[in-house]
C-alpha cells in the first residue's frame, strides 16, 4: 500500500476527522474506520469525480434519463399484462366469460395505481410555486 506524506488546511482536517467520528457514532469499530481508512476513500472519490470530469463522455445526462424512462415504460406495460392475465384467470375461474368484468377490474386496477402514483408524488416531491 503507497504512503504519502500530504498536509491539508485545518477546516479539512476538521471536516475529515468529523467524518471519522460520525463512523464511530454510526456503530464502527475504531478497528474498522480509522483517519486513514477515511482520507482513503476521499481521495477515491475525489479522483473517480476527477477522472469523469477529465472524460466528459463518460456520462450523459440524458442517454440515463432516456435508459431510466424505457425501463420504467416496460415495467409499467409488464404489470399492466400482468394485472390482465390475472382478472382473467380470476373472473374465469369464477365462472364468469365476460370481457366488460374483465375491463371494468381492470379500469378499477389502473384508477388506484394512478391515485398510488398521485400519492407518493404528493408526499415526495415538492409542488411548484403558484404563479411558475
Wanted: charged letters at 25%.
Amino acid at each position: 500500500m503507497g504512503r504519502l506524506g500530504i498536509y491539508v488546511s485545518s477546516k479539512i482536517e476538521k471536516e475529515i476527522r468529523d467524518i471519522y467520528q460520525l463512523e464511530i457514532q454510526s456503530g464502527a469499530h475504531p478497528s474498522e474506520v480509522s483517519l486513514s481508512s477515511v482520507c482513503n476513500e476521499l481521495l477515491r472519490q475525489g479522483l473517480i469525480m476527477h477522472n469523469a470530469k477529465k472524460n466528459k463522455d463518460s456520462f450523459s445526462q440524458q442517454k440515463w434519463n432516456r435508459e431510466i424512462l424505457r425501463k420504467v415504460t416496460g415495467s409499467y406495460e409488464a404489470v399492466l399484462m400482468i394485472l390482465t392475465m390475472m382478472n382473467e384467470i380470476q373472473l374465469k375461474n369464477a365462472g364468469s366469460n365476460d370481457d366488460a368484468a374483465i375491463d371494468a377490474m381492470l379500469s378499477q386496477y389502473l384508477s388506484a395505481i394512478k391515485e398510488a402514483e398521485d400519492t407518493a408524488e404528493s408526499n415526495h416531491f415538492v409542488k411548484p410555486e403558484q404563479g411558475e
